[in-house]
């Protein structure tokens, strides 16, 4: 372990030399790169967030947003701050990404991959370009601890769940909800298919891979539709024994974070409470 | 002359064809299932899996399609035979899209959590106000081009604030449900939706039942109807009424599906003898017999996710239109 952090040390120090110091005012443009950026950094660091970080819906990190400016992701924004970081991801507007570049603005761009893995990567570079490589450590170590608390199961010993959404979506291989399903012991019948990504299967589908247990992640604050209609379908319910569709709520899943290790303890919960 | 005889022939082989049909309905799915095992399970062994996707998916989806096909089918019917007007169907004079509006508000404000028949009470308030626009707009007796032009003007406006209002609407989930109430869908229908549509669609029908003979009086021209006892204002608001409720009971379920209620009662017209009050059953059996098998079309449509209804009853719909159109020109109208 040590050796490990060491050789992880050293490669710090060769990408990042030292003489850099850190970052004073950084700009996050994304709800997935505020929620990093605001657990790493010294507030101080932080010159402006994405306004999607107040959202109570979705955002983790509200009451650490909330004294910090917000910015919609327009180019004459973020430079009105005078950034010397932005921190972007693979989904921000290349066009943003092009006239930081030609202007010369440092980013970091996190990966925001669909694993633990990728998330523990995620947190040790941005934590180390900030200057906070302990506290990316203490927030690793947190997810970790929190993640040990759920033992692993046999496969066979596995029940099935699935993930359904409103307008028919399922989860399959990568993606958190797979990942979170798996820590938590469970078995995905839908990745166990080769279904690659959130796609939307037909019901019947759906019913045919008979899942023990369906959890389901309403976005935002819902109103009637369809799509919320098709989840009370009397199919569904038969299927299930009336037990009623578990609601883990979106903001677990919208961004790679640490807070997946919360989400899995939730899944965790529904197996063991199943039993 | 049309005999009794031939009435019969061609009512049991459209009824032929509609048991045939409904049988392949429930044979095809997204999903093959053994369909004797599913049988065993439904109706004489314990609840499985096969039993469940036949009885609460595909059965009340073949029904659904049946009656809101023969509600389109019936109101083309007798809507053209009240305008005499060949082009007078529900999608045209705006039914179809105000009862899909009327279901909208309903649905994505709140309403229709409030008690089950709010939602089709809505599709038919919807379709009753857009109906009666067009015909004020157009006036009694109006010429083909002056009622598609009105039919034009308020499918378009109705349409329009239909898009809006998703827009507007809370649910994060309605703009992405446009396409389905412009074009129709018969996707994941329970049986909820089968005991929203049925009551208004039976009570629909029902009311135009008894006025086939009046239809019939109505084909001699308006004064003549009414000096051979047709009492013309009070068939005009009873048929209105009982549109509004098939089409906006059947419509706030299924999303605005458009052609069936054109094309149906064209086809059999000639084979019925031109005459309306013949016309109206065959009509309600071909419109059933026509969603159901564009819906088995859909269903057997290689796609992601399942293209809408509406997208096959205007591919084959549409053509059948402009076939309309160049006859109506060579005869000389």
Known sequence: MSAMVTALLLLLLTVFPATADPPQRVVSVNLCSDQLLLMLADPRQVASVSYLSRDLGSSFVVELAIDHPINHAQIEEVISYQPDLVVTTPYTNPRLLNILEKLGFKTHRLTLGHSVEAITTDIRQLAARLGQAPRGEALIRTMQQRLQLTPSVRHVDRPKALFYQPRGYTSGIDTLQNEALQLAGW????????????????????????????????????????????????????????????????KYWICPGPMLAEAVSMLYEARVGKR | MITAMTQHRLLFTLGG?????????????????????????????????????????????????????????????????????????????????????????????????????????????????????????????????TLILAGVAVNAFTLALVSLLLNLAPSPYAVQEIALWMLGSLANISRNELWILLPGTLAGWMMIGRQGRSLDLLTFGEETASSM??????LRRRLFLAVALAVGSAISVTGAIGFIGLVVPHLLRPLVGYQPSRLLVPSAMGGGLLLLLADIGVRLLPAQGEIKVGVVTALIGAPFFLWLIIQDKRSGL
């Not at chain 2, 045939?20 to 399970?41: C, V, Y």
């Not at chain 2, 959590?113 to 707009?137: E, Q, R, S, W």
């Not at chain 2, 006892?229 to 009070?234: D, H, I, N, S």
Request: overall charge negative; hydrophobic content about 50%; proline content about 7%.
């Open chain 2, 229 to 234: 006892g047709a009492e013309l204002p009070r």
């Open chain 1, 187 to 250: 078995r995905n019948p839908a990745a166990e298919q080769g279904i690659v990504g959130y796609v939307p299967v037909p019901l019947e589908q759906i019913m045919l891979w008979q899942p023990d247990t369906l959890f389901t992640s309403n976005y935002g604050v819902s109103g009637d539709s369809l799509a919320e209609r098709q989840l009370e379908h009397p199919a569904l319910k038969r299927l299930l024994g009336h037990q009623p569709l578990l609601q883990i709520p979106y």
């Open chain 2, 17 to 145: 064809l509609i048991v045939l049909t409904a049988l392949l309905s429930l044979l095809i799915g997204s999903q093959a299932i053994p369909l004797m095992d599913a049988l065993h399970e439904s109706f004489v062994g314990e609840a499985g899996i096969y039993g469940l996707i036949l009885t609460e998916l595909r059965i009340p989806r073949t029904l659904v399609a049946l009656l809101a096909g023969a509600t389109l089918g019936l109101c083309g019917a007798v809507m053209q035979s009240l305008l005499r007007n060949p082009l007078a169907s529900p999608g045209l004079v705006g039914s179809a899209s105000g009862a899909a509006l009327g279901a909208v508000i309903t649905l994505y404000f709140g309403l229709a959590t409030l008690f089950t028949y709010a939602l089709p009470l809505g599709g038919i308030i919807g379709a009753l106000l857009a109906t009666l626009t067009v015909y004020l707009l157009a006036g009694r007796d109006a010429g083909t081009l």
